[in-house]
């Protein structure tokens, strides 16, 4: 049948439009803005005596009580220059460059009832609206020997200080366990991260969760690598989580390459639209080589779909001033984006210093986050 023709010209103009609107549909982009050439936290802070191998996993949060703002930093870190003392730190400062120890929340220990050596790793605080309290998500790993290998049990530990005044503790460890093993995540899956809660558009609660040779999700390929995240579901914050689908979430290309993504949801700056964004440590740099100075970041529409192609590896080198040069070696873990309000985001991250022998500090970046049109988002 022949289409007249001002049915055909309206049937292309619409065609048209809706392929202009699909190009023309907004993408986030992670622009540094300001990065410190120095660490904020080092081998020789007052308080780090004890912990000569640094930190790593972990999440910083920006508390207002009472009309004062303050910085908490909880991280594991190393009372050896190995993995097999990790213990869980929280650190304060008022404002992100000078810090002080607050406390030792967990330290290593053997487990009286098992006699298996106890390390705790990758506090993620998060302050539960509902039960009015923080709560520090986890991963709890026994072990026979003073060693650490992947596999753990997720788990939760409550304030048992009401209201956001209540985060310094104490908590209630080791909590409970809010991600079983053999339900919540694949058994061939060596987990050993999770993130902190966040509410996707659907209303369920979510988390990320990680490890590696998941080779039940993925397999492992020369442009692909081992470390993976994927979701779970609970229908509140404290769980019970399980598996949210059998495959992981890209985040990247190429993936295989992550680790510890820190979600939030923000307002896009232009359009006012609801974004579920994360930075995550983009693993491809220190495994697959040359760029030791990537953070990665992703956003999704909805808090449960990650492609790949919303993905971009930062280079932080690039918020330095003339004659700047990095104090780490390699870039490890970064935190969530803290928003100050103004337009910036702040974000901390560990990084190891071959200057500070071998110790993984704690440094600070500023973003902003802008919405482009024209696909250089990646």
Not at 84 to 92: G, Q
Not at 210 to 226: C, I, V
Not at 274 to 295: C, H, K, M
């Amino acid at each position: 049948m022949k289409l007249l023709p001002s049915l055909t010209a309206l049937i292309l103009g619409a065609t048209l439009a809706h392929s202009a609107d699909t190009n023309s549909s907004p993408r986030l982009k992670l622009v540094v803005v300001k990065t410190l050439p120095y660490p904020v936290i080092n081998s020789k802070t007052p308080g780090a005596e004890e912990i000569p191998g640094g930190f790593e996993g972990g999440n910083t949060v920006k508390v207002t009580v009472r009309g004062k703002s303050e910085y908490h930093l909880f991280a594991h870190s190393y009372e050896t220059l190995d993995w097999s003392h990790c213990r869980l730190d929280h650190w304060v400062s008022s404002d992100g460059l000078q810090w002080r120890h607050d406390q030792v929340l967990v330290p290593p220990y053997t487990d009286k009832a098992t006699g298996l050596w106890t390390l705790s790793c990758s506090p993620m605080p998060f302050f539960d609206t509902e039960a009015d309290r923080w709560q520090i998500y986890y991963a709890l790993f026994a072990k026979p020997q003073q060693d650490w290998s992947p596999g753990g049990t997720l788990r939760c530990a409550s304030s048992k200080v009401k209201g956001r005044d209540g985060i310094s503790g104490p908590y209630d460890f080791p909590g409970e366990e809010v991600l079983k093993p053999g339900v919540g995540y694949p058994k061939t899956a060596s987990v050993s991260s999770v993130s902190t809660p966040f509410l996707a558009k659907d209303g369920k609660w979510l988390v990320f969760y990680g490890g590696d040779n998941w080779s039940s999700l993925q397999p492992e390929t020369k442009t692909w690598g081992k470390w993976w995240v994927a979701l779970a579901s609970a229908p509140s914050p404290r769980g019970p989580y399980t598996q949210l689908g059998n495959e992981s979430q890209p985040l990247i290309d190429p993936t295989g390459f992550n680790e510890n993504p820190m979600p939030i949801r923000i307002r896009g700056p232009k359009s006012g639209k609801d974004y579920w964004v994360a930075t995550f440590d983009f693993l491809r740099g220190e495994v697959a080589g040359p760029n030791l100075s990537e953070i990665g970041f992703s956003w999704s529409s909805d808090g449960r779909d990650w492609p790949a192609e919303h993905g971009q590896a930062v280079d932080i080198r690039a918020g330095f001033n003339a004659g700047e040069k990095p104090w780490w070696h390699v870039i490890r873990t970064p935190h969530d984006l803290i928003d100050e309000g103004d337009g910036t985001f702040t974000c901390f991250f560990t990084g190891t210093s071959e200057d500070d022998h071998g110790f993984r500090g704690i440094g600070m970046v500023k973003f902003k986050l802008e919405e482009v049109t024209d696909g250089s988002a990646k």
